[in-house]
Structure formats: C-alpha cells, structure tokens
C-alpha cells in the first residue's frame, strides 16, 4: 500500500504539483512548495470552500487576520501552557522522538502481530500515564517495552519533556522577554478576537459564522508522509456561533454537512469516516475527526470541536473588554439572560491534507485494450471543478493554418477556463500528458474544424470522443467544471 504513496509522491513532483522546499539545498524537513499544477489545484480547493462557507451561507461571512498576534492571545487560548508534546531524545544518536508516537508504533506492532489485546493494554497504559502529567512513567514504560531508537538500535533514552510546538520570534531590534511573538499555530484566535468587530459592523445575528483561510505553524517532530503533517501548513476554519444550550444540535448539523462536502467534491463515502473524540482537548465538550483513507490508513483530514465558550471567556477575561453578544429575540421574549457569551462550533480543515486527499483518491491506473495491445495508464481523476486545467487547445499539426485557428479558440475560452495551448509531439502523447495532470478535456483541432467551425472533445476518463460546433464549447465546458 505504501508503494502507491511512493508513486503519488514522484508523480506530484514529476509533474509540477508539490516540490520539496528549497530542494537545491537537499530540502528542509516538513515544508513544501506548490508548484504549477500544485497552486491551481490548491486555489481550486480553498476557493470552493470559501464559496461554500461564505457564499452558500447567508450567516457566515469571511476574514483575514493577521499571522502575528498580541502575545497574550496565545496565553488566553491555552497554547503557551499547554500546546506541547512529550518529546525523548536518544542519548547515542541524539535524536529526537514523541514519546507517544513510539508506544503507538508499539501497539501498532503488537495489533499486526495479532495481539489487539496487548496494543489496547498498552494505548491504554500510556493515555493514563499522559492524563496525569506522569511523564517519568512515560519514560519507564518506553524502556519497559523494549523500544530502541531506530537510528542507533539502543535504548538509551533521556527523560521525557514537554516541547512546545509554537514557533517564537522576536519583534523590534531589542530582544527581551516581552519582545516575543509567536507564529499562529490555529488560525482560530484571529477569529475571536474579531468575534464583535465583524458581529457588530457586520449586524449579525447569533447563530452565526465567520470563515478564514490562512498559514498556520507547528514546530511538529513527527514529520513524515509527505505533506500530511507540516511545519507550515494552511487551515480552513470556521467558527460558528451560538446560543448557549443549542451547541450540540448545531455541532450535529457542521458534523453532517462537512461530510457531504467531502462527497460533493468527489471522495467516495466508503473512503470516509467519523471518529469521535475519547479524549477531549480543555476546551472542548465534543469532538469529532473526519478522517480519509490514506494510502497508510484511515487519517484526520479535518476537525469539528464543540468549542463552549472557552476561547472568549479567556479573551474576554486577559484583555478586560466585554465579549459579550446582546440577543434582541432573548429580550423581547422577557427572557433575562439576553447578554451572553456564545458557545462556538468550529470546522477546521487543513487545505494542504485536502490538497493530498484529493490527490490520493483521483491518482489511478487502469489497463486499457486497443485492438490487441493491452497497456496501462495513469491518470488523475480529479473532479473537474478542481482540476488545475479545465481544457487542453491541440492542433493536430503543426501547419496549414491549425495552430492559428486553435490558438483563435484558446483566445474565445481564456477569459472562463485555465487552459493550456499545445502544439508539441503526437497527438497521443498530448493526450497522455493531460491525463497525468488530470484535465477533464482535449480539444483537437483538425482539417474539418477549417472546414465547418467542429472540433473534436476528448473526455478524460471515458477517453471518447465527440464532434462539437467551436460555438457550444464555453457551455459544455462550463457546465463540467462548475460546482
Ligand atoms: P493531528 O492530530 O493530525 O496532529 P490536530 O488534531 O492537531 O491534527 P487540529 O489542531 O484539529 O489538528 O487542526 C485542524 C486541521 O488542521 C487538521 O484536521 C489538519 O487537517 C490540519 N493540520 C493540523 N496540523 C497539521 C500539520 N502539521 N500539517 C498539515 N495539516 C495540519
């Protein structure tokens, strides 16, 4: 199975999707680049999400804060005192791990061995040991278990700490204490602390949502398959809110409808799932994953948390101004609680997980038959509202007056689609070339388009063709690609 995330790996670089980040240097590890096809399929992704969010929805409006915050944010929201892993180095080859990780690998190893009952003991052992902060008994387990460091093949461990994922910096020339700042590590807080400039010059109404898009850092250890777990990475949140005492209905109805638009943009309900939250984070009372089918398992693509009122409660109390929400309907009912502090559901997804589920499900080969060759192709099929190239322009040849007629055409449909012109090799290794980037359509132009104003339109994943007047292309192509 993992073989398949290999060639999904070399298939995003070969064909300009996703570049290790300065990769002259030999890369940094967990950081990224979005190449050519990579930015497109991106945009696409982020765009119809803000179009669902926003657009779609009367009572969730859109904002942009700022990466840097004010440093006490980050205290309010709980992230200088908690945001941590449990991290142990290995004393011989001086590498560092998560202790966690390395009893999961553990029990994962005991689960494949048949013996689900001692990987549950022991996931079971370890989340008390984390509960109660008993980080030497973390440790002790670890050498308990046998576990050595894959790099050395010793157990010679140090003690267990907690690391902070926050990234710092400094601001100003004067490096002191109170200079510091830290890089986002949710893009969630930029939103609460806007939560009455856009409820008041907006005049909204609770229940209510306000959608962001926006870079987000983790100083994450565990950094491997591939763009999953990121150093920078961007969200997609959403933060709704709402009378207190109404959350859970509300958290049923994001939970419901974020999955249908899994499906909508094209992954198979079999390759989804929910899993619910055991352990809830200190400001949550329900929480739920959805998770996708990777090519190394079922993984979280994105988050619903039922919030409360944590997060304002705690801005409104560090920064001593009022975050309170006046509820009109409450009033005029003679209800006497008409000022509150809402209750918050959150949607959180990582565009840069939905960029590699997206891939992952649209990445296929398939053996096709022609008269007597059988032969296999790869192609990506991606829906077409989030393919990077809407339509390929082919003319046939390269002479008697083709490629000006076809680039006439590609300067008719430029305006509506990304396209791409393209007059180089045989028409066949054209058409190969656009599946692997996964454009839903070819347009060849040949002799009798010279003729009577037809082409011909190659469907991506049938791989027929039909004859069509130049004239019908915009509405047949619109009609495809839209959402
Ligand atoms: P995980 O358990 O995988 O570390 P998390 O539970 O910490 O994720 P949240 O804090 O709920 O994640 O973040 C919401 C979403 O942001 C996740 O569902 C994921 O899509 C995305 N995300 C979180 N961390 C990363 C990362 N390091 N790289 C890429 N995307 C990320």
Redesign the pocket.
């Known amino acids: 199975e993992n073989t398949q995330l290999k060639d999904i790996i070399s298939h995003a670089k070969e064909y300009g999707f996703i570049f290790p980040s300065s990769e002259i240097y030999d890369g940094l590890q967990a950081v990224y680049d979005y190449g050519q096809m990579g930015v497109e399929l991106k945009n696409n992704i982020k765009n119809l999400w803000w179009k669902c969010m926003t657009q779609l929805n009367q009572n969730v409006v859109g904002l942009d804060a700022a990466i840097f915050m004010h440093p006490l944010v980050w205290k309010a929201s709980g992230h200088v005192d908690s945001f941590s892993d449990p991290m142990i180095d290995n004393k011989d080859s001086k590498k560092r791990y998560r202790a966690d990780v390395l009893l999961e690998e553990k029990a994962a190893q005991y689960e494949n061995e048949g013996d689900v009952e001692k990987a549950n003991a022991l996931l079971a052992e370890m989340g008390k040991l984390l509960e109660a902060e008993d980080l030497d008994g973390v440790r002790e387990l670890i050498i308990r278990e046998g576990i050595k460091c894959p790099i050395s093949g010793t157990a010679n461990w140090t003690e267990v700490r907690q690391f902070n994922l926050m990234f710092s910096t400094e601001v100003g020339s004067v490096a002191d204490e109170t200079n510091t700042i830290y890089l986002r590590p ?1 893009t969630a807080q930029g939103i609460f602390v806007n939560f009455l400039n856009v409820q008041k010059t907006g005049r909204m109404k609770v229940p209510f949502g306000i959608a962001q898009i926006g870079k987000a850092f ?1 100083n ?1 250890i565990v950094a491997r398959q591939f763009i ?3 150093r920078e ?1 961007e ?1 997609m949140e959403m933060q709704f809110f709402v009378r207190p005492g109404t959350e859970m209905e509300w958290y049923n109805q994001w939970k419901e409808t974020r999955k249908k638009w899994h499906e909508a943009i094209g992954i198979p309900a079999e390759s989804l799932r929910y899993h619910d939250h055991e352990k809830l984070a200190h400001y949550a009372n329900a929480a739920v994953d959805i998770e996708y089918k990777f090519p190394f398992g079922f993984k ?4 619903i948390h039922s919030r409360t009122d944590f997060d304002l409660t705690q801005h409104q109390e560090l920064s001593r101004k009022k975050l309170q929400y006046f509820d009109n309907d409450l009033n005029e009912e003679g209800k006497p609680y008409g000022n509150y502090i809402p209750y918050v559901i959150e949607t ?3 565009a ?2 939905l960029f590699l589920m997206t891939l992952c499900n649209a990445y296929t080969e398939e053996e096709i038959t022609e008269g007597d060759n059988t032969k296999s192709r790869t192609f990506l099929k991606l829906h077409p509202s989030l393919a990077p190239v809407k339509a390929a322009i082919l003319p046939l040849t390269k002479k008697d007056g083709l490629p000006e007629k076809a680039e006439k055409i590609f300067n008719d449909l430029k305006f509506d689609f990304n396209m791409i012109f393209e007059e180089r090799d045989s028409i066949g290794k054209r058409y190969t070339r656009q599946d692997l980037i996964g454009t839903p359509f070819c347009i060849a132009v040949d002799h009798q388009t010279l003729e009577d104003d037809t082409v011909t339109v190659r469907d991506r994943d049938s791989r027929e063709q039909v004859r069509m007047p130049i004239s019908e292309l915009k509405n047949y192509i619109e009609k495809a690609v839209s959402f």
């Open positions: 949710e983790r994450e999953f777990r990121m990475f969200q979280e693509v994105e988050g959180s997804a990582g840069d997980r």
